[in-house]
C-alpha cells in the first residue's frame, strides 16, 4: 500500500482559528482529485461532488447541533458532553450529533430508553454554486428549510452586491448553514454573513460549508466574522492572478450545472 503523499497530507498552517478542516484522508484526497482533474466528465464531477459535500454537511451539521446551549444531552456513544458552555467551539471536538433522552415503546411492548435529535437549522445558498449542496443538505437534515442568496460584483464599485435573498421568516431563531462550494477571496461569502446578519442571525450561529478554499478566503472571512465556523473540505495554496484558487478545480458552478 502507498502512503499519502506530501502534497496530500501537508496542508498550510496558521488558519484562523474558525477554520475546521476535514481530516486529510485517502478517502477525500481521491475524490477531490477526481473533482479537480479537467478530464473529469460532468456525470462523474456531481457524483464525486456530492460524496463530499455530504461529509461536509454530516461534519457541518454536527458542528451546528454541538454548539447549542447544552441541556441533558449526551452524545450518541453514550458519553456525557463536556464542553465549556460558555464558549461552544470547534476546539470542543465533539464530532457526534447532541441528542436529547427520548423513551419509546417498540411493538414487542418493552420501552426502550433511547435519544431523539434535536435541533433546528436551515440551509442557506449563495446561487447559483451553493444550490450544488442544497440535496445533500436534505439527504442529512429531512425537510430543512432552506433560503438563497444571490450576490453578483457590482461591476462600477467591485464589490460584491446583494440582489437578492429569499430566506425562511424565523431565520433569526436557527442554526444556519451558508453554502457555497469555493471559498476565494471571501467577498461573496462575507457579503452573504452580513444578509443574514441583517436577518438577525447571530454570527456565531454561522456555519459556512465549502469544498475547497485558500488562506485568503478564509483570513478575509476571520477579519470580518471571527465567530463564523468555516467548515471546509481541503485548504488550497492560494488563489491566481485571476482570482480562481490553486490548485483548484476551476469554476465549479460551470462543472457541476453546464453540459460538457
Ligand atoms: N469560484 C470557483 O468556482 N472557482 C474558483 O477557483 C474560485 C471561485
Known sequence: MTSLPATV?????????????????????????????????????????DRIIRLLVEEGASEALSARPQT??????GGDLVADQSS????????????VEKTVTTPTGLDYNGVSFEGRICGVSIMRAGEAMEAGLRECCRAVRIGKILIQRDEETAQAKLFY????????SRYCLLLDPMLATGG????????????????????????????????????????????????DDGLDAHKYIVPGLGDFGDRYFTSN
Request: hydrophobic fraction near 40%.
Open 165 to 172: 435573498a429569499k430566506l425562511p421568516d424565523d431565520i433569526q
Open 9 to 49: 497530507t501537508a496542508g498550510p498552517s496558521d488558519l484562523p482559528p474558525n477554520t475546521c478542516a476535514l481530516p486529510r484522508t485517502g478517502q477525500l484526497a481521491g475524490l477531490l482529485t477526481a473533482i479537480r482533474d479537467k478530464q473529469t466528465a460532468r456525470g462523474d464531477f456531481i457524483f464525486y461532488s
Open 188 to 235: 461573496s461569502a462575507i457579503k452573504a454573513v452580513e444578509v443574514l446578519i441583517d436577518h438577525g442571525v447571530p454570527q456565531e450561529r454561522i456555519i459556512f460549508l465549502n469544498l475547497v478554499s485558500c488562506p485568503e478566503g478564509l483570513r478575509a472571512m476571520y477579519s470580518a466574522y471571527p465567530q463564523v465556523k468555516v467548515v471546509t473540505a481541503w485548504v
Open 88 to 99: 461552544p467551539s470547534l476546539q470542543t471536538g465533539l464530532n457526534h450529533l447532541p441528542v
Open 72 to 77: 441533558r444531552r449526551r452524545t450518541l456513544a
